[in-house]
């Protein structure tokens, strides 16, 4: 049935092809200025592109979360023990000398495009054509939706991308480098398309979402002067799932075709960004987002304090960290050390902190032993099952929750951070338990708002500093 289908797919697909220009390096002082991203967030109150309801939207968001979830957890099941590839194309190994200094893109909320995560502004092609994609450090391989969407493309709010008419666009052959990685990067076998011997990639994510298209190159722009040539990415003609109206994804976890490793050959092998809130609250709600990459983006100035990264033979590419403890109003949880030791990642796709479930229901209970004496207790919401009757926009007496790693670093969680609005004068903590199988904590992004988070993947660490966002 498979290969019936592939055989329609096959036959679906048209060929282009383009040559690709040369790539000349601009050493101005804009360029070595660095390219800073905004970020935005999917959820603002202040969209203009969805119709939905915030609190209708959250309630989608948390069941794409729970999806989110299961694939974070089937791509520990699935990936077999081992190591990565066992050698890259040179094009992405680390050039040696003088770094230049951060890529800085804006990080916006996802609301806008349907999505509870965040989305940067990136160019592809030559003329460039932006297209609002997806921040993924889950994710390692980077696609969008491509025209004539042989298959299927899902509505989104940048008008299709057309390879056509690009001068710079390239399909890869099966026998490259590039097509050899992808299995590592999606975790499934690249396919042949035979009459135009073009790698076909499947990028798919657990649940029932999945892009499937042509293997391309092109050029990736991040800023008007900051330019990568031979982008490694996805030309998505069937596309499907839970992407909201985002044109694709931009992988930043740690495999070799991710944006990340292609940029570093360049920039250096670290990013940092700070996460905006998906509410504007009062004086901070005009706070912007900003993904800066390189390695000068860990800037000595800011007081960062660090964490090891963890070593995970079954997935590599995702962050791994360890966490050690948590404290409610600086008092320790009442539970073992051994009930943290479980697969902890650190992601920016998904919304709600995943917990052990010994760690949550101690959270659970100290938490609400200080909040019920100012505060009546309110249904549960989705799965979040610990909600108040009050207003987040108001001076909530809320106890702080610290989040305490190895090492010593540690995110000392606000009101902001611990409760999300789940309904006008309903608000819930922003914490779930880990469910059935899925055994892995996750350090979800509403915790990490506001914060800015550094990874340092050439000293294998990860950073935490207050009040990231400017």
Known sequence: MRSAWFLLFYFLLSTTASSLSEFQENESAEKLSGIHLNIYHTRRHDSSVTSKSPFAILTDILATDEERIKVLHSRLVNRKTGTEAASSSASYRHRQGVLKKPIGIPLNPGSTIGSGNYYVKVGIGSPVKYYAMLMDTGSSFSWLQCQPCSIYC?????????????????????????????????????????????????????DTSFSEGYLSQDLLTLAPSESLPRFI?????????????????????????????????????????????????????????????????????????????IKNSFNPSLYFLSLTAITVANKPLGVGAANYKVPTIIDSGTVITRLPSPVYTALQKSFVQIMSKKYAQAPEFSILDTCFKANLNSALAVPEIKLIFQGGADLSLGAHNILIEANKGVVCLAFAPISGSNQIAIIGNHQQQTFKVAYDISKSRIGFAPGGCR
């Not at 299709?160 to 390239?170: E, G, V």
């Not at 099966?174 to 011997?197: G, H, M, V």
């Not at 570093?264 to 609250?281: D, E, M, N």
């Open 233 to 309: 990415y996805g030309c998505g003609q069937d596309n499907q799932g839970l992407f909201g109206r985002a044109a694709g994804i931009l992988g930043l976890a740690r495999d070799k075709l991710s944006m990340l490793a292609q940029v570093s050959t360049k920039y250096g092998y670290a990013f940092s960004y700070c996460l905006p809130s998906a509410f504007p609250i009062s004086s901070r709600g005009g706070q912007g987002g900003v993904l800066s990459i390189g390695n000068t983006s860990l800037s000595p100035s800011i007081p960062y304090k660090f964490t090891p990264l």
């Open 154 to 206: 899902y509505s989104q709010i940048d008008p299709l991308f057309d390879p056509s008419a690009s001068k710079t666009y390239k399909k890869l052959t099966c026998s490259t480098t590039e097509c050899s990685l992808i299995k590592d990067a999606t975790l499934n076998e690249p396919f042949c398309q035979a009459n135009s011997n073009t790698c076909i990639y499947t990028a798919s994510y657990g």
